[in-house]
């Protein structure tokens, strides 16, 4: 595993000055570890079990605003590359509601607690799990996709800074996500290449406050309490479904 993701081996306990963040492998699978922390329990991706998976279960495509945005009532089943995977939750979702989902995700350690998720979730739900699968670390290469081609790319970088308030409202998992990726500061950059392959659309989650991506409206949108999803359309064959 190391060797895959080009990561350190450590034969000691980690010293936190040096070493802020430490993967350890156990029977519950992979967890990532802030040193600094020690009494903080360690970031886990669970597809089976938690909060997470919880949410897939209950996900509904007539409830649930990203179903809309990425266009299941025109495509039952899409076929859809998540870019910014991160922590795979909505992919998840995604994958729950009948949509074959492809991981991007560039940060070696979080692919590494993907990659481990997705092996727990294949042995206990198969069929779920054959709708999920690991694309890469730099997917959004047309070349990729020619025979296999994406209905939906679906962008979500981490949000711009918001203000104190937002910053203190996020949960401790989502904390030390943050910390070990930092922003994505390229996110503009994104926009295009997601547009040369989606062969419908490109949907981009954004806080409410935030603006658009690379500066560009979207054609279509769908809003809800503290986020939104931007819609453009690749085909521009019509509206928001």
């Known amino acids: 595993m190391a060797g895959r993701w080009q990561l350190d081996w450590l034969e000691q306990p980690p010293d936190a000055a040096t070493t802020p963040f430490v993967l350890e492998l156990d029977a519950d699978g992979l967890a990532l570890r802030w040193t600094a922390y ?51 939750r909505d992919a ?11 991981l991007n995700e560039r940060n070696p350690v979080v692919a590494a607690l993907l990659t481990d998720a997705l092996q727990r979730l294949a042995q206990v739900a198969p069929e779920l799990g054959a709708r999920l699968y690991f694309a890469g670390t730099d997917s959004l290469q047309p070349r990729q996709w020619l025979a296999d081609p994406v209905d939906v790319v679906y962008l979500d970088p981490m949000y711009p800074k918001g ?8 949960k401790k998992d989502m904390q030390i996500f943050q910390q070990l990726v930092g922003a994505d500061d390229d996110a503009d ?52 479904s």
């Open 92 to 102: 998840l979702v995604l994958a729950q509601l009948g949509a074959r989902v492809a």
């Open 38 to 88: 020690p009494k903080m329990l360690p970031l886990r991706i669970d597809f089976i079990e938690g909060k997470t998976a919880f949410r897939a279960a209950q996900a509904s495509r007539k409830h649930e605003a990203i179903a809309r945005a990425c266009g299941f009532a025109r495509n039952a089943n899409p076929h859809i590359l998540d870019a910014t995977a991160g922590l795979g």
């Open 163 to 170: 203000d104190r308030k937002q910053r203190a409202a996020v």
């Open 189 to 240: 950059a994104l926009l295009e290449p997601a547009l040369a392959i989606a062969r419908k659309r490109v949907v981009v989650k954004r806080p409410q406050h935030a603006d658009f991506l690379a500066g560009r409206k979207p054609e279509s949108q769908i809003t809800g309490k503290k986020h939104r999803f931007d819609i453009y359309f690749t085909d521009y064959s019509g509206v928001s």
